[in-house]
């Protein structure tokens, strides 16, 4: 994320892919003072870089040069001066690539970065995580149901306030989408299905999951979404499972007993796995959905392919 601080106060704001100042109130950034204009200045992100164009009456200092209905590629460390006021100039510290966030309504805390998902502890024994589901809305799963954010909508997390941010650039997006749509999720079965391997596969990529405990979870889900569309249910209707009948099949399968927890567990370790899984396993983050009490196989391409026994 791109972060600019003020060195008087270091009140620091989080630029937006289209970030507006000035004193008018609907500026991203609200700057009330008498010789900054109502619509003084826009700072965007274009052709790789963040740039500043100014539409003032007075100007934008960029360090010792003022920039008057102009555009100006901002650098690190520039100072940015919307007022004469020189204790009131704003230093340029990150210039990274826009991406969407949730905005802190208190001060003291962070806001935190969605740039590929993450996971956060909650309460004792519960996570909640943050990805991209396969329309790539930003989904906040909190081990009980799957909330979709709202860009400027306000949401509890770990008991502090915190505003969504949708800041993603559209043809990073547009991109994204392409490759989810491509790809195809793989299960291959050992003969007695006692190891399960899994790997995703688009164009000539491939990402492999190998061979975990999860692949028990995900074979059972695809079964039961395969059965659900060979009988003609609509893709979005169909494949959830209850939550008890997971815990009874996944218990007689691995030979223990398999409670929310323990699914929980695989379903983040999961998640975790695949956002930490270069280049774009962030990107099938949704392998898993959730509704309150109900699990289902997220992606929509996948294949189950048992091995054959040896003539």
């Given at each position: 994320m791109a972060v600019v601080v003020n060195k008087l106060n270091g009140e620091k704001f989080i630029l937006h892919s289209q970030h507006?100042?000035?004193?008018?109130?609907?500026?991203?950034?609200?700057?009330?003072?008498?010789?900054?204009?109502?619509?003084?200045?826009?700072?965007?992100?274009?052709?790789?870089?963040?740039?500043?164009?100014?539409?003032?009456?007075?100007?934008?200092?960029?360090n010792s040069t003022?920039?008057?209905?102009?555009?100006?590629?901002?650098?690190?460390?520039?100072?940015?001066?919307?007022?004469?006021?020189?204790?009131?100039?704003?230093?340029?510290?990150?210039?990274?690539?826009?991406n969407s966030f949730l905005k802190s309504i208190d001060?003291?805390?962070?806001?935190?970065n969605l740039k590929m998902g993450i996971s956060l502890a909650h309460e004792k024994n519960s996570?909640?995580?943050?990805?991209?589901?396969?329309?790539?809305?930003?989904?906040?799963?909190?081990?009980?149901?799957e909330i979709i954010l709202i860009h400027e909508e306000m949401y509890?997390?770990?008991?502090?306030?915190?505003?969504?941010?949708?800041?993603?650039?559209?043809?990073?997006?547009?991109?994204?989408?392409?490759?989810?749509?491509?790809a195809c999720f793989q299960l291959l079965i050992s003969i007695d299905?006692?190891?399960?391997?899994?790997?995703?596969?688009?164009?000539?990529?491939?990402?492999?999951?190998?061979?975990?405990?999860?692949n028990h979870l995900l074979l059972h889900l695809a079964r039961v979404?395969?059965?659900?569309?060979n009988f003609g249910l609509n893709d979005k209707l169909c494949g959830w499972v209850d939550m008890d009948d997971l815990y009874e099949v996944l218990s007689k399968e691995l030979l223990k007993e398999v409670?929310?927890?323990?699914?929980?567990?695989?379903?983040?370790?999961?998640?975790?796995?695949?956002?930490?899984?270069?280049?774009?396993?962030?990107?099938?983050a949704n392998i898993v959905e959730r509704k309150k009490g109900k699990l289902r196989f997220g992606l929509s391409n996948f294949e189950i392919e048992k091995e054959r026994a040896l003539a």
């Open positions: 507006t100042i000035g004193r008018d109130r609907n500026s991203i950034s609200v700057l009330d003072l008498n010789d900054v204009s109502r619509k003084h200045a826009i700072i965007y992100w274009e052709n790789d870089c963040w740039q500043l164009t100014d539409f003032s009456s007075n100007g934008t200092k960029v003022y920039v008057h209905h102009a555009t100006k590629k901002l650098e690190i460390n520039d100072l940015l001066q919307f007022s004469s006021a020189k204790e009131r100039a704003w230093k340029v510290v990150n210039l990274n690539s826009p001060p003291s805390n962070e806001c935190i996570i909640v995580t943050f990805f991209q589901n396969k329309a790539l809305k930003w989904v906040m799963d909190n081990e009980i149901e509890i997390i770990n008991g502090a306030s915190y505003q969504f941010i949708q800041n993603e650039i559209l043809s990073d997006t547009l991109l994204n989408t392409d490759i989810t749509k491509n299905e006692e190891n399960i391997t899994s790997k995703i596969i688009f164009n000539d990529l491939e990402l492999d999951l190998g061979n975990r405990v999860v979404k395969q059965q659900d569309l409670d929310a927890y323990y699914i929980n567990t695989l379903i983040h370790r999961l998640r975790k796995n695949l956002m930490n899984l270069p280049p774009y396993g962030f990107l099938f």
